[in-house]
C-alpha cells in the first residue's frame, strides 16, 4: 500500500521576503522529494489575521502546523518521510 503524498501548505503574506524564501526552498526541495505545495495569504483574511499576525510564514504538513518564519531543510525531509 502506497503512502498518501504530504500536503505542503504555506500560509503567506505578500511581499514578505521570508515567506518568499520559505517557498523557494520548499520548491527546490519539491524536486526530490515528493509532496503537494500550495500557498495562501493572511492579507484580508481576517481571521488568518488573527491567528498568525506576524508569524507568517506558517508552514504546516498534512493540517499541522510544522514550522515558523523559516524552512531547516532536513527537519522538513524527516516530517514528510514520517
Known sequence: ??????????ISRKGCHLCE??????????A???FDL??????G???????YGEQVP???I???VHDFYRVDPDRFLRAISK
Do not use: W, Y
Request: negative net charge; hydrophobic residues 35%; glycine residues 4%.
Open 45 to 51: 483574511d481576517p481571521e488568518l489575521e488573527h491567528r
Open 38 to 43: 500550495s500557498e495562501s495569504f493572511i492579507d
Open 62 to 64: 498534512d493540517g499541522k
Open 32 to 34: 526530490s522529494a515528493e
Open 21 to 30: 524564501n520559505v517557498i523557494s526552498t520548499l520548491a527546490g526541495l519539491n
Open 1 to 10: 500500500m502506497s503512502r498518501p503524498i504530504p500536503q505542503v501548505h504555506v
Open 58 to 60: 506558517v508552514i504546516t
